[in-house]
């Protein structure tokens, strides 16, 4: 009997225990790294970029690296997803060479269109809808900063993009309370809202978010793709930037995290994203050790 396999589509697809197992699993390969440990050795991850990427491209190559693997980069310019082949055809095809799919594309139908006619498990590098790799990394370094996340506040001020539905499935997850402070026109899908029941609340400005906070977050005003909306965007998220005035709101011991790349003076001020509550760089650092982690989850079993 053909194993199943396992795929990475959204947060829900692994059980709290198994996110909490992740997270501390990633913790561990950070600290403790074997440069003889390689369960990956003579494996294959397929990385599928319909968008251009810094921390995800070199995260996930270097993960696997580090475990006797390989990585091949694969953009639509260079393979026939570019040319119009059917996605099934492409995910039969390229699942029959390889352990595993990475794609970070726009379309979320695309990755889950991958994982039904794939072979082998396929991942959510980052689509419009969902980027639930980042929140790995976001959920580790509150872990390493504070401890586990279960019941704190998080509040998340600015777009309802796919970081902020990524926030709400983890609201779900790992069990903690989610405050949004969003404008009226870019509120976050009301169906990944109405899924969290009452871990998610919204709220007028984001020092009412924040009020109480154990973490704030942010993200860009205009998300890649978004580009020609930016002049719109910046008029209707101007009262939408974590200030220090923001970060007072919160705990005293609050954190403030951003999935970057960031626009100081835009979404965040410079004296918080490189002040002393943030930690945003070993939040990117935390991409490679979190998938790490998911790999060896997925390729593993």
């Given at each position: ?173 790992f069990d903690f309370r989610l405050n949004i402070a969003c404008p009226d026109d ?116």
């Amino acid at each position: 009997m053909i194993k199943q396999p396992r795929h990475f589509i959204s947060l829900q697809d692994l059980t709290s225990d198994e996110l909490r197992t992740l997270i501390h699993r990633a913790i561990e390969l950070k600290n403790h790294r074997d440069p003889e440990f390689q369960p990956l050795k003579g494996r294959v991850l397929a990385m599928i970029f319909e968008k251009s990427s810094t921390r995800t491209r070199i995260s996930f190559e270097a993960g696997m690296a580090h475990f006797g693997g390989s990585a091949l980069f694969l953009s639509p310019r260079d393979t026939q997803l570019g040319r119009g082949e059917p996605l099934e055809d492409s995910a039969k095809v390229i699942s029959s060479m390889v352990d595993c799919i990475m794609l970070r594309t726009h379309n979320h139908d695309t990755v889950t269109t991958f994982a039904q006619h794939s072979n082998v498990p396929v991942i959510n590098g980052l689509t419009d809808l969902l980027h639930p790799c980042q929140l790995l990394a976001d959920m580790q370094t509150y872990f390493e900063q504070r401890g586990d996340i279960l019941g704190k506040t998080v509040a998340w001020v600015g777009d309802g993009n796919n970081m902020c539905h990524s926030y709400i499935n983890a609201a779900r997850a790992f069990d903690f309370r989610l405050n949004i402070a969003c404008p009226d026109d870019y509120q976050p899908d009301q169906s990944i809202v109405a899924s969290a029941g009452d871990k998610v609340q919204f709220f007028a400005t984001p020092e009412e978010a924040a009020s109480e906070a154990d973490l704030i977050v942010t993200d860009v005003w205009a998300s890649m793709g978004q580009e020609n909306e930016q002049k719109k965007r910046e008029i209707a998220f101007k009262h939408y930037q974590v200030t220090e005035r923001t970060m007072q709101a919160a705990n005293t011991d609050a954190l403030f995290m951003h999935c970057l790349p960031a626009h100081r003076g835009e979404e965040v001020a410079a004296k918080v994203i490189d002040g002393p509550q943030s930690v945003v760089f070993a939040e990117a650092e935390n991409r490679l050790h979190a998938q790490k982690a998911l790999l060896e989850f997925l390729i593993c079993r």
